[in-house]
């Protein structure tokens, strides 16, 4: 069985808590320690002695007149045994990769909203650092090099010309000699550029370029991207990364883009089995592997394609194909979409166990291609869901599929990612460019991983052997649906971050908000869901008072969820916000989001990230009492 260790977190150590403690944060400590039986407390420090030797500092810095309770009692909460978030377990990587969770991105090269923001090879580095595996790129066709006279004259023309044709002029930017040195691939080969492809028309060499099509968003190149994913894929985990690729290039520069990949990527990517694939492979037999996931085009289309359009010029972004859009476009004819479907073959083929259909309906003969991922809208599997209900969830147990935000979200807002992993979907792409609650709740998903996480037992299809198949079980009928009680007393919190932007802590007045996001009954029955799957606050929720600065004291006030039914607790989120009491919108300073399964009860220490989504200092000191019944 191939198993996966959870990597080491900055929120699982000792080190991340200030070496003492707040006045508030230690009077509680004394009540606590002298609330518990010593012998307890002892067991406490023991279990912590025997598997963590970083927690001595934090207990040299409780005063000398306090008892070795208290000492001992701050040396346990310090610890990785203290964090109020529970470590995954090792996971077993032996499954279909279709049975697994993905850690997703959309639109992954953009830096802020969705019309004017930049493009920017960090974006990809910050993504993959922070444990994402499934990134995306939209590709479109370069602009070739221009002599200095036509470059002035382009210049001069635009300042004429509003909406120039490109929304986003391409920034010349000079190429590395033919055969330098870029890096090393997985395997310590030195990879060298691709020797620059030359077009019938010019001798100036064009290359795609990144961007998101028809805004003011700032371009960035296709080779660099390929080059910043190749040194940031494998740096935090070895687990399967796949780069979704939303083709608008033309067939010209559609062969460049294979040529970089072949060559940047050389020693990473997947080999396409002997025979045509049967069953998905498991993670871990693709341990540092690129996935491609690609527009499908059967090979003799393709050819025959390709024969028929000979000598069409390249740069027509009409004629351009959009993976992720593709879903939307239910009414087109057939003569259109072989026109929007214009991959060639050697592209088409990269995507190998990754190959994206276009969505008709899960009764298509597409449906049960082994390999097949589906690309849906979040407004069009809201559609699928209400029309398909159980044969929706049937089709995730087995099969990939994507969901990703609407074309509408212009600030890079979120939908609701929950909603989509209870329906069964592996890849639900978020805009990481805002620290919403989608993306909070993909924190608490995906934190301590490797970017994948096997799903519960009855989300799962076939076992490692096995067949695919479809069944009529549906969501509801997966998995045992339980009710809870949930109590937390809120406790103090120190070295709290300030909202961004804000230096003064005097003037800070935070409040904690604690919310729950639970699964809807409409989710279950094929019901149309309120919001459509959008992303919002918890179900459930609860506002403390507010306290004030950065070492506050809340007192013990107590958040009270009592026999809340149809709870999965692997699907189920406890999220908790620190915010500033503001006249107006009180601006976000900290937080954190547990999945319920890793809800620990009895005091904690919940570690904090700022509004940036970065780890602090931050801690909360709690008392949690959950049930389930």
């Not at 066709?141 to 382009?154: F, L, M, N």
């Not at 459509?532 to 004030?548: A, L």
């Amino acid at each position: 069985m191939s198993t996966h260790t959870s990597p080491p977190t900055d929120h699982l150590s000792a080190l991340a808590i200030s070496s003492s403690f707040s006045p508030a944060v230690l009077t509680h400590l004394k009540s606590i320690a002298s609330s518990l039986p010593p012998s307890q407390i002892q067991e406490l420090q023991s279990n912590v002695s025997k598997n963590h030797n970083d927690t001595k500092p934090v207990s040299q810095h409780i005063p000398s007149s306090d008892s070795v309770n208290v000492k001992h009692l701050a040396e346990y909460l310090a610890s990785p045994e203290g964090d109020a978030m529970m470590p995954l377990p090792n996971m077993d990587l032996s499954y279909p990769i279709s049975n697994y969770f993905i850690n997703s991105s959309h639109n992954t090269y953009l830096t802020g909203n969705q019309l004017y923001s930049d493009s920017s090879t960090d974006a990809y580095t910050n993504v993959l650092l922070r444990g994402c595996r499934c990134i995306e790129i939209d590709v479109w066709d370069g602009d070739a090099k221009s002599s200095p006279a036509e470059a002035a004259e382009k210049v001069k023309e635009k300042k004429h010309i509003y909406f120039p044709r490109s929304l986003s002029p391409h920034r010349e930017k000079p190429l590395p000699e033919k055969g330098t040195p870029v890096g090393k691939s997985a395997g310590g080969e030195t990879l060298s550029l691709p020797t620059p492809w030359q077009s019938a028309s010019t001798i100036a060499r064009a290359e795609p370029r990144v961007l998101h099509g028809y805004t003011l968003t700032k371009e960035v190149s296709f080779r660099e991207v390929c080059v910043a994913i190749r040194e940031a894929a494998f740096v935090t985990s070895d687990l399967p990364v796949i780069v979704s690729l939303e083709v608008h290039a033309g067939k010209e520069q559609q062969q460049i883009m294979v040529e970089i990949i072949e060559q940047t990527w050389k020693g990473m990517l997947v080999k396409a089995p002997a025979s045509e694939c049967q069953q998905l492979p498991n993670p871990g037999e693709l341990r540092g592997k690129i996935l491609i996931k690609v527009k499908y085009v059967a090979p003799e289309r393709a050819t025959k394609k390709v024969a028929t359009k000979a000598g069409t010029p390249a740069m027509r972004r009409k004629d351009s194909s959009s993976s992720s859009s593709e879903s939307d476009n239910q009414g087109s004819s057939d003569a259109k979409k072989d026109k929007k479907s214009s991959i060639i073959e050697p592209l088409s083929a990269l995507g190998v166990y990754t190959r994206s259909y276009h969505f008709k309906d899960l009764s298509s003969s597409e449906a049960s291609v082994p390999c097949h991922v589906f690309s849906l809208s979040e407004k069009r599997f809201m559609d699928v869901h209400e029309s398909y209900g159980p044969t929706l969830f049937s089709h995730n147990r087995n099969y990939l599929m994507r969901a990703f935000p609407a074309g509408t979200r212009v600030t890079s807002s979120n939908l609701d990612p929950a909603v989509f992993w209870r329906k069964g979907v592996q890849i639900v792409a978020l805009n990481w460019q805002k620290f919403d609650a989608g993306v909070m709740l993909n924190e608490g998903m995906f934190a301590g991983s490797g970017g994948w996480i096997l799903k519960p037992r009855g989300y799962r299809g076939q076992s490692p052997g096995q067949q695919a198949g479809v069944s009529d079980e549906s969501q509801g009928d997966a998995i045992a649906h339980k009710t809870l009680s949930l109590w937390v007393d809120i406790l103090a919190a120190q070295d709290l971050p300030l909202p961004i932007g804000d230096d003064k802590p005097h003037g800070f007045q935070p409040y904690v908000k604690c919310e729950l996001h639970i699964e809807k009954p409409e989710e279950r029955t094929g019901a149309a869901i309120e919001g459509g799957g959008r992303s919002k606050d918890g179900e459930y929720k609860f506002k403390s008072k507010s306290s004030r600065g950065t070492q506050p004291d809340f007192g013990g006030e107590r958040v009270e969820f009592a026999n809340v039914p149809g709870v999965v607790e692997t699907l189920s989120f406890l999220r908790f916000k620190i915010q500033d009491d503001e006249f107006g919108k009180d601006d976000l300073a900290a937080w954190a989001c547990i999945r319920l399964d890793r809800l620990r009860d009895g005091y904690r220490f919940v570690r904090l990230l700022d509004a940036n989504g970065d780890r602090s200092r931050g801690i909360l000191l709690v008392k949690i009492t959950k049930s389930l019944s």
